[in-house]
Structure formats: C-alpha cells, structure tokens
C-alpha cells in the first residue's frame, strides 16, 4: 500500500516507509513547496514527497511531486532581470523583495514614463530560445506591485495576459494553452505554451487602461514610474505544461527524469 498523501505505506502487510517500499532516482536537484508554502529544493535523489498547492485560503498536501519527463530551462539568470541578457523597453529593474523560495530575490519590473509598451525581452542572441516549431512553455511568477496585469509573448502573434489580482487568464491570442496557478501571499506563477517562434519572447508590464485591450500589441501607455509588477524565477522549457521550477544563473540547467520502482522482492505471492 502507497499512500503519498497521507505518508503511509506497507510492505507485505507490515508498516513501512517510501525508501523501504519503494526505489527513487533522479540524478539532479529538484524543487517542490513545503507545508509553509516555500520553493524549497531538494538534493539528487531525494522524492519531493509532501508537496503542497495553495487552494486559495491554505496549503495542501498533494503528496509526491513525480515528474518522469526530464525538462530544461533554457533561461539564463532566470530571476536577475538586471542582468544584460534581459533587454528591457522603457522598463527598471530595481529592489530586491521575497521570493517564493524566501530569499530577497525577488526585483520590481517598473515602466518607465516613456509612451509605449514596458517589457523585458530575450531574443535568439541574448539568450538561450528552443527552436523554431517546438512546442514550448514560458512562465514566470509574478505579483502586482502598482500594476495588476502581466503579459506574456512569444514572437509578435503569440501573447497571453493575466489578473494579478484575481488569478485569471484574461487574454489568449494565437496560443496552444494558458495557465495561472496562486502560491500565496499575492504571487502567481502564470504561462504560456506557444508554437516557439525562434524570434523573442516578451515580458510585459500592463496597466489598467492598456489591459483593455483585445489584442497583443495595445499596451502603449505612460508609465509613472513607480507602478509595475515584482518578479521571480522565467523558465522556458520545450513541452507542452510548465513543469516544476528550475533555478538557473549563467547557464541552462536540466532537471533529470524521475522514477519509481517497487522491488520484486516487496511485492506479496
């Protein structure tokens, strides 16, 4: 019996443990939330076993986070936005606020007050990019700081906008899917999956009136230079779902397949 959500297990009808009963690898580090709603990572090998999910008033215990696909983020410096492999458009990279993971990592994305879109940018020479044609997700997490609303675009036709405020999706253009997932204390981790253009993908920072807008590429407005959206850890990964979060600085970085094996031996006649 495997019970990964209520921690219990038995091995031939006697009372055991996940390590006793069941074998796990996965040859790299791996992150997952704890009971207090922290991005904890865990060490090569180690199950992500009491993985929690925020269900909007508490965290819950899912359990085992399994991920048996090995995924990559082919961000670079994927939460220092000051970095010169994030080029901004009239946009600040400033502060350094609390993260998901608890550390002071997270930075403040602020348009400036130039009349035009706000947002970082990487394209093919600035960073890593999947190819052409792969089907690819991006996301991000991200909190309202002066603005509520957070775009997210690959190439010029391919662009998803969400509420920062209330956890919606509020517009999908030209996109496989669109995601918005709470974690609490006004953060959310928001995506996109796109048919990967091999161009740019863009960050956007959206105010109000822009975010009426039907259509990518409406999100002209004057910022006042101090309104704009806290951000944390971009990930661009090849696949269809965003997957769990993957750190990276100034490399790629693969998060190794999972597996689980019960052992012949523990298995009754």
């Not at 019996?1 to 040859?27: E, P």
């Not at 007050?113 to 991200?142: C, D, Q, R, W, Y």
């Not at 918005?180 to 006004?186: F, L």
């Not at 990930?235 to 100034?250: D, K, M, V």
Request: net charge negative; with cysteine; hydrophobic share 30%.
């Amino acid at each position: 019996v495997f019970d990964f959500k209520g921690n219990y297990f038995r091995k031939s009808a006697t009372d055991s443990t996940f390590s006793s009963a069941i074998t796990h690898t996965r040859a790299s580090s791996a992150t997952m939330v704890n009971s207090s709603g922290t991005l904890v990572t865990v060490g090569n090998n180690v199950p992500r076993t009491g993985h929690h999910i925020y269900n909007g008033s508490a965290w819950v215990n899912e359990g085992i986070l399994h991920e048996s696909e090995a995924r990559t983020n082919l961000i670079v410096q994927s939460s220092d936005y000051s970095s010169a492999v994030w080029s901004k458009s009239a946009s600040t990279v400033s502060g350094s606020s609390t993260a998901p993971d608890g550390t002071l990592t997270a930075q403040s994305v602020t348009p400036t007050s130039a009349s035009s879109g706000h947002f970082l940018f990487k394209t093919a020479g600035n960073g890593n990019m999947p190819a052409n044609g792969v089907t690819t997700t991006t996301s991000i997490f991200a909190k309202a700081d002066g603005y509520n609303f957070l775009g997210i675009a690959d190439g010029t036709s391919q662009y998803g906008r969400f509420n920062l405020t209330t956890g919606q999706v509020v517009l999908s253009v030209g996109l496989e899917s669109t995601s918005i997932e709470s974690y609490g204390d006004g953060w959310y981790r928001c995506s996109i999956t796109s048919i990967g253009s091999g161009v740019r993908q863009q960050i956007f920072s959206v105010n109000e009136d822009a975010a009426n807008a039907s259509s990518f590429g409406a999100e002209t407005f004057v910022g006042n230079g101090t309104s704009g959206i806290t951000m944390y850890g971009a990930q661009t990964e090849a696949g269809s779902t965003p997957s769990s979060y993957i750190p990276t600085t100034t490399a790629t970085v693969t998060r190794a397949a999972e597996t689980l094996t019960v052992p012949a031996a523990n298995l009754p006649y």
